[in-house]
């Protein structure tokens, strides 16, 4: 019996590594626009694939490295990867990477501007706002996501409260929780700028 549960397990682990690891039934890749032309993002397609390096780490020291709330401020939506997928491929919503330089040169999802959290603020007038003599008027605020490192990141949750307080609309922004560790534990695609 032994032996049988051995072929069986054999065989099927054969038959996983020749099937396609799509991102949806039926959607096995999406093409975004970026300054340095399209770049398609997928799912790497080896069956056996693993994360390792930095993204594998599971206890990093709390502070700094704290889990970050579902919501980070009243109004804002949380989105997962299909929704940061759409609005990756809307012309005019942006997605932010709020992470310091160092960490977006490392790598970000294609499509995604860097704005660092520290200098959020001061750059809403790229995402529709303007300066006025009371700070910013966000009436055309553009809709925005913002994504860190993952579940543990606190960049892109201190980004989005500091937006909320200067007057950008809560509910024109979407917090992608998962951050580049999740978009690395699902095997997607991701850029090295200017690489």
Not at 32 to 37: A, F, L, M, R
Not at 60 to 78: K, L, N
Not at 105 to 120: D, F, L, Q, S
Request: aromatic share 8%; hydrophobic share 45%; net charge negative.
């Amino acid at each position: 019996m032994r032996g049988l549960c051995a072929v069986m397990i054999l065989v099927t682990s054969a038959a996983l590594a020749d099937e396609p690891v799509n991102i949806a039934p039926g959607l096995p890749a999406v093409t975004v626009e970026t300054p340095s032309g399209p770049v398609e993002i997928s799912r790497v397609q080896d069956n056996a694939n693993e994360v390792s390096g930095e993204w594998a780490l599971t206890s990093r020291p709390c502070p700094p490295f704290c889990i970050q709330p579902m919501i980070p401020a009243e109004g804002v939506t949380t989105i997962g990867e299909l929704e940061l997928l759409d609005m990756l491929a809307d012309p005019v919503a942006v997605v932010i990477d709020s992470r310091t330089v160092d960490w977006y040169r490392g790598g970000t999802i294609p499509g995604a501007v860097n704005m660092p959290y520290t200098e959020i603020v001061d750059r809403l007038g790229e995402l529709g706002c303007e300066l006025d003599f009371e700070g910013w008027d966000c009436a055309a605020a553009k809709r925005v996501a913002l994504f860190c490192n993952g579940l543990w990141c606190g960049q892109s949750p201190t980004a989005i409260r500091a937006m909320v307080a200067a007057g950008y609309p809560a509910g024109r922004i979407f917090y992608y929780r998962g951050g580049m560790q999740s978009w690395h534990v699902l095997g997607l695609a991701a850029t090295v700028p200017g690489g």
